[in-house]
């Protein structure tokens, strides 16, 4: 270390001294207000991203519900799994 660092030059860039904190620990406002600032971001974000899933997903199911296919699809895939459930059900009850 320099003897000029010990005096507390400033030029020594390894020695300057860091900016302290508060005695309470907390964090300088100014990055507080970076961490608020980057929370509502990333709200704003996902209620942007939601509402576009939200939208998507209403236009399909009133597509899917008006098909008479589609429907028939799905009830028949539906049924299928009750059926299967049924079967593991009984077969865990003969155990």
């Not at 020695?15 to 704003?44: E, Q």
């Not at 429907?71 to 593991?88: E, H, K, P, Q, T």
């Amino acid at each position: 270390m320099c003897s000029a660092a010990r005096s507390g030059c400033r030029r020594c860039s390894p020695h300057r001294r860091r900016p302290s904190r508060s005695s309470s620990g907390s964090a300088p406002p100014i990055k507080a207000l970076a961490f608020v600032l980057l929370g509502l971001n990333f709200i704003f974000n996902g209620m942007i991203w939601l509402s576009a899933v939200a939208v998507f997903t209403a236009r399909t199911a009133t597509r899917v519900r008006r098909s008479g296919r589609a429907m028939r699809w799905i009830n028949r895939a539906l049924g299928g799994m009750f059926v299967l459930f049924g079967v593991r059900l009984a077969a865990l009850q003969a155990r």
